[in-house]
C-alpha cells in the first residue's frame, strides 16, 4: 500500500470516528429512549427522550391529556434536568397539585429515578412535597407486521348480555354507572362536559389481553364523550361526530396519538361500529366499514389509562368519568401466530 493512498485513507476515516466519538459522548446518550412510571395515585406517567439534530427533546405525558414538549433539558454528570408545568388531581380528587421547580432524573439498576416537588394549589401554608417515581424502560417498538399474515383465534364475547361478570370498576372507591340493560352495556352518568375527571368509574375486563382484533359497537349521545382503551393504555376515541374534538382528538383518532383519515362516525344518538387491531404495537382502526388508521405505530400510552408499559399485556377499559355512552356486541379474536413482512 503507498503512503499516498493510506493517508488519504485515515483523511477518510479519521473523521468518521470522530463524529461517531462525539455521538458516544453526548452528556445524555444513556437516558435516550422511553420510560414508564407508576404515579403515587397508581395512574401512569411517560416520558420520552430523543436526540434530534444534536440536540436532547423530550415529551412528558402525567396521569391525563397528551404527552407535551418538556423544557430546559439539560444532561450533567449523570443527572438530567427539566421542567414542564403540570397540574393534576392525585385519584381523581379535588385537591390540586402542581409540580414546582426543575424535574431531577439520575440513573440506577437501569432504572431512571425521577425526583420533583409539588405543592398543593391555593394553600399558602402547604409545604412542598418531595417525590420519587421509578422509571422503567420501555422497549424499542417492534417492525411493523403484515396484518393480513396474522392469525387469529375464535372470536369470544366480552359480555354476556345479562350482568357485569367478567369486567370490574377499575377504582372501586368511583360510582358504578354502569348496567346491561337488553343485552346493551350502558354508562348512566349526569357528567356533561369533557373534564378528564368525573365522578363515575371506569370499566375494565378481568382478563388481560396481548395483540387481539376488538369488534365493538358504540352509541354517544349529543356532544357525548367516553373512550375504548386498548390493553388499558391506547384510548380509541369514542365521541359524538359533530363536537368539538376533531382530528387527532375526534372520532377514529387514538386520543393524542394518531389522527384518523376522516371524519366517518355517524351523530350523535346513532350506533358506530369499530373494528381495532393491535398487533406488535401497531395499530389499524375501522370505523363504519372505513379503515381510517392504517397499521400505524403507537408511540406511547394515551393520558387516562391505567399503564405505561407498552411491553405488558392489559384490559380492555370502558371510559366512564366522561359522558353517558352505550356499547353492545363487544367480541374479541386474539393473535395466536404471527409472521414477519417476509413470510417467515
Given at each position: 500500500?503507498?503512503?499516498?493512498?493510506?493517508?488519504?485513507?485515515?483523511?477518510?476515516?479519521?473523521?468518521?470516528?470522530?463524529?461517531?466519538?462525539?455521538?458516544?459522548?453526548?452528556?445524555?446518550?444513556?437516558?435516550?429512549?422511553?420510560?414508564?412510571?407508576?404515579?403515587?395515585?397508581?395512574?401512569?406517567?411517560?416520558?420520552k427522550l430523543v436526540e434530534s439534530d444534536?440536540?436532547?427533546?423530550?415529551?412528558?405525558?402525567?396521569?391525563?391529556?397528551?404527552?407535551?414538549?418538556?423544557?430546559?433539558?439539560?444532561?450533567?454528570?449523570?443527572?438530567?434536568?427539566?421542567?414542564?408545568?403540570?397540574?393534576?388531581?392525585?385519584?381523581?380528587?379535588?385537591?390540586?397539585?402542581?409540580?414546582?421547580?426543575?424535574?431531577?432524573?439520575?440513573?440506577?439498576?437501569?432504572?431512571?429515578?425521577?425526583?420533583?416537588?409539588?405543592?398543593?394549589?391555593?394553600?399558602?401554608?402547604?409545604?412542598?412535597?418531595?417525590?420519587?417515581?421509578?422509571?422503567?424502560?420501555?422497549?424499542?417498538?417492534?417492525?411493523?407486521?403484515?396484518?393480513?399474515?396474522?392469525?387469529?383465534?375464535?372470536?369470544?364475547?366480552?359480555?354476556?348480555?345479562?350482568?357485569?361478570?367478567?369486567?370490574?370498576?377499575?377504582?372501586?372507591?368511583?360510582?358504578?354507572?354502569?348496567?346491561?340493560?337488553?343485552?346493551?352495556?350502558?354508562?348512566?352518568?349526569?357528567?356533561?362536559?369533557?373534564?378528564?375527571?368525573?365522578?363515575?368509574?371506569?370499566?375494565?375486563?378481568?382478563?388481560?389481553?396481548?395483540?387481539?382484533?376488538?369488534?365493538?359497537?358504540?352509541?354517544?349521545?349529543?356532544?357525548?364523550?367516553?373512550?375504548?382503551?386498548?390493553?388499558?393504555?391506547?384510548?380509541?376515541?369514542?365521541?359524538?361526530?359533530?363536537?368539538?374534538?376533531?382530528?387527532?382528538?375526534?372520532p377514529g383518532a387514538i386520543f393524542g396519538?394518531?389522527?384518523?383519515?376522516?371524519?366517518?362516525?355517524?351523530?350523535?344518538?346513532?350506533?358506530?361500529?369499530?373494528?381495532?387491531?393491535?398487533?406488535?404495537?401497531?395499530?389499524?382502526?375501522?370505523?363504519?366499514?372505513?379503515?381510517?388508521?392504517?397499521?400505524?405505530?403507537?408511540?406511547?400510552?394515551?393520558?387516562?389509562?391505567?399503564?405505561?408499559?407498552?411491553?405488558?399485556?392489559?384490559?380492555?377499559?370502558?371510559?366512564?368519568?366522561?359522558?353517558?355512552?352505550?356499547?353492545?356486541?363487544?367480541?374479541?379474536?386474539?393473535?395466536?401466530?404471527?409472521?414477519?413482512?417476509?413470510?417467515?
Amino acid at each position: 500500500m503507498s503512503t499516498v493512498y493510506l493517508f488519504r485513507l485515515v483523511a477518510l476515516i479519521l473523521p468518521l470516528c470522530v463524529t461517531t466519538c462525539r455521538a458516544a459522548e453526548q452528556p445524555w446518550s444513556e437516558f435516550q429512549g422511553a420510560w414508564a412510571f407508576v404515579l403515587p395515585d397508581g395512574n401512569p406517567a411517560w416520558l420520552k427522550l430523543v436526540e434530534s439534530d444534536s440536540q436532547l427533546t423530550g415529551s412528558l405525558l402525567w396521569s391525563v391529556g397528551s404527552a407535551r414538549p418538556v423544557n430546559s433539558l439539560r444532561a450533567d454528570n449523570g443527572v438530567l434536568t427539566f421542567e414542564r408545568k403540570v397540574s393534576w388531581r392525585p385519584s381523581g380528587e379535588s385537591v390540586v397539585k402542581n409540580v414546582v421547580g426543575p424535574f431531577r432524573a439520575v440513573l440506577h439498576d437501569g432504572a431512571l429515578r425521577l425526583t420533583f416537588e409539588q405543592v398543593t394549589a391555593n394553600d399558602e401554608d402547604a409545604r412542598p412535597e418531595q417525590l420519587l417515581l421509578i422509571g422503567q424502560p420501555i422497549p424499542p417498538p417492534p417492525k411493523q407486521r403484515d396484518i393480513s399474515k396474522v392469525v387469529f383465534g375464535d372470536s369470544v364475547s366480552l359480555l354476556n348480555g345479562k350482568d357485569l361478570s367478567g369486567w370490574r370498576l377499575s377504582n372501586p372507591m368511583k360510582k358504578n354507572g354502569w348496567s346491561v340493560q337488553n343485552g346493551v352495556l350502558v354508562n348512566a352518568t349526569p357528567k356533561q362536559d369533557f373534564g378528564a375527571y368525573g365522578d363515575y368509574g371506569n370499566l375494565i375486563t378481568e382478563k388481560l389481553f396481548t395483540d387481539f382484533e376488538l369488534t365493538l359497537e358504540y352509541n354517544v349521545p349529543v356532544n357525548g364523550n367516553s373512550g375504548i382503551y386498548l390493553r388499558g393504555m391506547y384510548e380509541a376515541q369514542v365521541v359524538d361526530r359533530d363536537s368539538r374534538m376533531q382530528g387527532i382528538h375526534g372520532p377514529g383518532a387514538i386520543f393524542g396519538r394518531i389522527k384518523p383519515s376522516k371524519n366517518v362516525a355517524n351523530a350523535g344518538g346513532e350506533w358506530n361500529t369499530y373494528v381495532l387491531t393491535l398487533v406488535d404495537r401497531h395499530i389499524t382502526a375501522v370505523l363504519n366499514g372505513q379503515t381510517v388508521i392504517d397499521n400505524q405505530l403507537l408511540d406511547g400510552c394515551t393520558g387516562g389509562g391505567i399503564q405505561a408499559n407498552d411491553s405488558r399485556p392489559g384490559p380492555i377499559f370502558l371510559q366512564g368519568d366522561h359522558t353517558a355512552v352505550k356499547y353492545r356486541n363487544i367480541r374479541l379474536r386474539p393473535v395466536v401466530s404471527e409472521t414477519d413482512v417476509s413470510g417467515r
